[in-house]
């Protein structure tokens, strides 16, 4: 399985931007497709952007589409996730996960999570 470490998470006020990344352990990232999930206190894990191992195809949730791009740079193994206009409902553990293969099976079935990244949002 590969390994994934993100970081770029903080502390930011409403408005404001921050740009994740997920890096992984071993050239066969480029193999996966990726994606970016949250989880904030007392809710679900929820789906918030993927790429294709590619980059050529991305997904986003509706919360956060024209406010976030997911993107890749498969010669450094990393995937980024830059959030623009902050909102406070936006703070959570954000977690990378990977599925060799499809996004559509990212969405249902991931093989690595890394360990997560706090990002809060001040009002």
């Known amino acids: 399985q590969v390994q994934l470490v993100e970081s770029g998470g903080g502390l930011v006020q409403a408005g404001g931007s921050l740009r994740l990344s997920c890096a992984a352990s071993?050239?066969?990232?480029?193999?996966?497709?990726v994606g970016w999930f949250r989880q904030a206190p007392g809710k679900e894990r929820e789906f918030v952007a993927a790429?294709?191992?590619?980059?050529?195809?991305?997904h986003y949730a509706d919360s956060v589409k024209a406010r976030f791009t997911i993107s890749r740079d498969n010669s450094k193994n990393t995937v980024y996730l830059q959030m623009n206009s902050l909102k406070p409902e936006d703070t959570a553990v954000y977690y990378c996960?990977?599925?060799?293969?499809?996004?559509?099976?990212?969405?249902?079935?991931?093989?690595?999570w890394g360990q997560g990244t706090q990002v809060t949002v001040s009002s």
């Open positions: 996960g990977a599925s060799r293969g499809s996004v559509s099976r990212l969405l249902t079935d991931q093989d690595s």
């Open positions: 071993e050239r066969t990232f480029i193999n996966y497709a």
């Open positions: 790429i294709s191992w590619s980059g050529g195809s991305t």
